[in-house]
Protein backbone atom coordinates (compact mmCIF):
# COMPACT_ATOMS: atom_id res chain seq x y z
CA UNK A 1 0.00 0.00 0.00
CA UNK A 2 1.77 3.17 -0.98
CA UNK A 3 -0.58 5.52 0.58
CA UNK A 4 -0.39 9.09 -1.34
CA UNK A 5 2.31 9.77 -3.71
CA UNK A 6 3.52 12.81 -5.27
CA UNK A 7 5.85 13.64 -8.18
CA UNK A 8 7.99 15.09 -8.97
CA UNK A 9 9.65 15.31 -5.25
CA UNK A 10 11.59 18.90 -6.57
CA UNK A 11 11.21 21.14 -9.62
CA UNK A 12 12.59 24.27 -10.72
CA UNK A 13 10.55 26.67 -13.37
CA UNK A 14 10.92 29.71 -14.91
CA UNK A 15 8.60 32.30 -14.69
CA UNK A 16 6.03 32.12 -17.09
CA UNK A 17 6.37 27.94 -17.24
CA UNK A 18 3.43 25.54 -17.10
CA UNK A 19 3.64 22.16 -15.32
CA UNK A 20 1.70 19.38 -13.86
CA UNK A 21 2.21 18.26 -10.00
CA UNK A 22 0.73 14.74 -9.56
CA UNK A 23 -1.03 13.28 -6.63
CA UNK A 24 -2.16 9.09 -6.61
CA UNK A 25 -3.43 7.53 -3.87
CA UNK A 26 -3.94 4.03 -3.96
CA UNK A 27 -6.60 4.08 -0.83
CA UNK A 28 -9.93 4.09 -2.87
CA UNK A 29 -10.49 7.86 -0.69
CA UNK A 30 -13.31 9.66 -2.19
CA UNK A 31 -11.87 13.06 -0.53
CA UNK A 32 -8.51 14.57 -2.26
CA UNK A 33 -6.88 17.81 -1.73
CA UNK A 34 -3.91 19.93 -2.41
CA UNK A 35 -2.36 22.65 -0.36
CA UNK A 36 0.73 24.84 -0.42
CA UNK A 37 3.02 25.80 2.35
CA UNK A 38 5.37 28.52 2.92
CA UNK A 39 8.28 28.92 4.82
CA UNK A 40 7.67 29.36 8.46
CA UNK A 41 3.57 28.84 7.64
CA UNK A 42 0.77 26.61 8.34
CA UNK A 43 -1.25 24.45 5.39
CA UNK A 44 -3.25 27.03 2.91
CA UNK A 45 -6.15 25.11 1.09
CA UNK A 46 -5.96 25.06 -2.61
CA UNK A 47 -8.31 23.13 -4.28
CA UNK A 48 -10.32 19.62 -3.22
CA UNK A 49 -12.33 17.20 -4.63
CA UNK A 50 -14.66 15.15 -2.75
CA UNK A 51 -15.30 12.43 -5.61
CA UNK A 52 -14.64 11.48 -9.19
CA UNK A 53 -15.69 14.38 -11.57
CA UNK A 54 -16.40 16.98 -8.53
CA UNK A 55 -13.79 19.81 -7.61
CA UNK A 56 -13.49 22.85 -5.96
CA UNK A 57 -11.80 26.09 -4.70
CA UNK A 58 -10.05 25.99 -1.69
CA UNK A 59 -8.65 29.43 0.31
CA UNK A 60 -5.93 30.27 -2.31
CA UNK A 61 -7.10 28.76 -6.18
CA UNK A 62 -5.53 31.64 -8.08
CA UNK A 63 -3.54 29.99 -10.19
CA UNK A 64 -4.04 27.08 -10.14
CA UNK A 65 -6.38 24.37 -12.06
CA UNK A 66 -7.21 20.63 -11.02
CA UNK A 67 -9.74 17.84 -12.51
CA UNK A 68 -10.44 14.75 -11.30
CA UNK A 69 -11.29 12.17 -13.76
CA UNK A 70 -10.62 9.39 -11.89
CA UNK A 71 -10.74 8.24 -8.10
CA UNK A 72 -6.79 8.12 -7.63
CA UNK A 73 -5.69 10.71 -9.33
CA UNK A 74 -5.76 14.46 -8.47
CA UNK A 75 -3.17 16.37 -10.72
CA UNK A 76 -2.30 20.10 -9.91
CA UNK A 77 -2.27 22.23 -12.72
CA UNK A 78 0.05 25.94 -12.80
CA UNK A 79 -1.00 27.65 -15.58
CA UNK A 80 1.76 30.07 -15.86
CA UNK A 81 4.06 29.96 -12.83
CA UNK A 82 5.29 32.76 -10.84
CA UNK A 83 8.01 33.25 -7.75
CA UNK A 84 5.15 33.81 -5.78
CA UNK A 85 4.15 30.25 -6.00
CA UNK A 86 7.27 28.94 -4.78
CA UNK A 87 6.16 26.88 -2.07
CA UNK A 88 6.24 23.29 -0.79
CA UNK A 89 2.93 21.34 -2.30
CA UNK A 90 1.00 18.27 -0.39
CA UNK A 91 -1.52 16.54 -1.58
CA UNK A 92 -3.82 14.49 1.20
CA UNK A 93 -6.86 12.19 1.01
CA UNK A 94 -9.59 10.86 3.22
CA UNK A 95 -11.73 7.89 3.21
CA UNK A 96 -14.85 9.50 3.09
CA UNK A 97 -16.56 13.13 2.00
CA UNK A 98 -14.70 16.18 2.97
CA UNK A 99 -14.14 14.76 6.42
CA UNK A 100 -13.52 11.24 7.77
CA UNK A 101 -14.48 10.98 11.70
CA UNK A 102 -12.18 7.74 11.89
CA UNK A 103 -8.97 7.60 9.45
CA UNK A 104 -8.10 11.57 9.36
CA UNK A 105 -6.21 12.61 6.21
CA UNK A 106 -3.00 10.68 4.22
CA UNK A 107 -0.72 13.12 3.10
CA UNK A 108 1.91 12.90 0.86
CA UNK A 109 5.58 13.58 0.92
CA UNK A 110 4.98 16.96 -1.04
CA UNK A 111 6.72 18.85 -3.80
CA UNK A 112 9.08 21.30 -3.43
CA UNK A 113 8.54 23.78 -6.46
CA UNK A 114 11.13 26.81 -6.88
CA UNK A 115 9.70 29.09 -8.88
CA UNK A 116 12.81 31.72 -10.42
CA UNK B 1 -16.97 26.09 10.08
CA UNK B 2 -14.90 25.71 13.97
CA UNK B 3 -11.65 27.70 14.05
CA UNK B 4 -9.10 27.11 16.65
CA UNK B 5 -6.32 28.76 18.46
CA UNK B 6 -3.24 27.51 19.63
CA UNK B 7 0.04 28.81 21.54
CA UNK B 8 2.93 29.43 19.17
CA UNK B 9 5.70 27.24 20.50
CA UNK B 10 6.09 25.23 23.88
CA UNK B 11 9.19 23.32 25.37
CA UNK B 12 8.92 20.43 27.27
CA UNK B 13 11.92 18.12 28.71
CA UNK B 14 12.57 14.88 27.42
CA UNK B 15 10.86 12.01 28.93
CA UNK B 16 7.79 14.56 30.46
CA UNK B 17 4.25 14.71 29.42
CA UNK B 18 3.70 17.05 26.69
CA UNK B 19 -0.04 18.81 27.20
CA UNK B 20 0.01 20.90 23.81
CA UNK B 21 -3.84 23.32 24.26
CA UNK B 22 -6.27 23.90 21.65
CA UNK B 23 -9.02 26.54 21.95
CA UNK B 24 -11.88 25.81 19.60
CA UNK B 25 -15.17 27.84 21.08
CA UNK B 26 -17.18 27.93 17.65
CA UNK B 27 -17.15 24.00 17.51
CA UNK B 28 -20.36 22.66 16.81
CA UNK B 29 -22.03 20.06 18.31
CA UNK B 30 -21.16 17.32 15.82
CA UNK B 31 -18.25 18.21 14.86
CA UNK B 32 -14.68 16.38 15.51
CA UNK B 33 -11.38 17.82 16.54
CA UNK B 34 -8.85 16.58 14.53
CA UNK B 35 -5.00 16.91 15.72
CA UNK B 36 -1.89 16.46 13.44
CA UNK B 37 2.09 16.90 13.83
CA UNK B 38 4.43 17.78 11.06
CA UNK B 39 7.75 16.65 11.63
CA UNK B 40 10.51 19.24 9.79
CA UNK B 41 9.34 19.57 6.06
CA UNK B 42 7.08 16.12 6.15
CA UNK B 43 3.98 16.11 5.40
CA UNK B 44 2.03 16.28 8.00
CA UNK B 45 0.75 12.85 10.30
CA UNK B 46 -2.96 12.40 11.59
CA UNK B 47 -2.42 11.99 15.34
CA UNK B 48 -5.92 11.37 16.79
CA UNK B 49 -9.33 12.65 16.84
CA UNK B 50 -12.36 13.19 19.10
CA UNK B 51 -16.10 13.95 19.13
CA UNK B 52 -16.84 14.33 23.13
CA UNK B 53 -15.35 11.43 24.79
CA UNK B 54 -11.58 11.49 25.60
CA UNK B 55 -9.57 9.12 23.29
CA UNK B 56 -6.10 7.56 23.35
CA UNK B 57 -4.26 5.63 20.93
CA UNK B 58 -1.23 4.27 20.38
CA UNK B 59 1.05 7.89 19.71
CA UNK B 60 -1.14 10.06 22.51
CA UNK B 61 -4.48 11.02 24.41
CA UNK B 62 -6.63 13.59 23.75
CA UNK B 63 -9.04 15.00 26.19
CA UNK B 64 -12.09 17.42 25.52
CA UNK B 65 -13.78 19.54 27.74
CA UNK B 66 -17.30 19.16 28.58
CA UNK B 67 -18.54 21.97 26.92
CA UNK B 68 -16.11 21.09 23.97
CA UNK B 69 -14.88 24.56 23.58
CA UNK B 70 -11.27 23.20 23.93
CA UNK B 71 -8.86 20.34 24.05
CA UNK B 72 -5.58 19.29 24.92
CA UNK B 73 -3.37 16.47 23.31
CA UNK B 74 -1.01 14.95 25.79
CA UNK B 75 2.07 13.26 24.32
CA UNK B 76 2.94 11.18 27.66
CA UNK B 77 6.66 10.32 27.17
CA UNK B 78 7.75 13.15 24.95
CA UNK B 79 10.92 12.21 23.21
CA UNK B 80 13.70 14.47 20.91
CA UNK B 81 11.39 12.82 18.06
CA UNK B 82 8.43 14.53 18.88
CA UNK B 83 9.76 17.41 18.14
CA UNK B 84 7.52 19.21 15.58
CA UNK B 85 4.41 21.49 14.64
CA UNK B 86 1.06 20.27 15.67
CA UNK B 87 -1.94 21.51 14.37
CA UNK B 88 -5.60 21.50 16.54
CA UNK B 89 -8.18 21.52 13.12
CA UNK B 90 -12.06 21.03 12.74
CA UNK B 91 -13.31 19.14 10.24
CA UNK B 92 -15.16 20.85 7.84
CA UNK B 93 -12.98 22.94 6.54
CA UNK B 94 -9.43 21.87 6.95
CA UNK B 95 -7.85 24.94 7.26
CA UNK B 96 -4.35 24.52 8.91
CA UNK B 97 -3.37 27.22 11.17
CA UNK B 98 0.14 27.87 12.13
CA UNK B 99 -0.01 25.33 14.86
CA UNK B 100 2.43 24.96 18.04
CA UNK B 101 5.87 24.70 17.77
CA UNK B 102 6.51 22.09 20.12
CA UNK B 103 10.39 21.65 20.80
CA UNK B 104 11.40 18.37 23.15
CA UNK B 105 14.88 19.36 24.76
CA UNK B 106 17.25 16.44 26.72
Known amino acids: NAGVTQTPKFQVLKTGQSMTLQCAQD?????MSWYRQDPGMGLRLIHY???????DQGEVPNGYNVSRSTTEDFPLRLLSAAPSQTSVYFC???????????????FGSGTRLTVV | DAKTTQPTSMDCAEGRAANLPCNHS???????VYWYRQIHSQGPQYIIH???NNETNEMASLIITEDRKSSTLILPHATLRDTAVYYC???????FGAGTRLTVKP
Open chain 1, 92 to 106: ASSRQGKTSANYGYT
Open chain 1, 27 to 31: MNHEY
Open chain 1, 49 to 55: SVGAGIT
Open chain 2, 26 to 32: TISGNEY
Open chain 2, 50 to 52: GLK
Open chain 2, 89 to 95: IGPNDMR
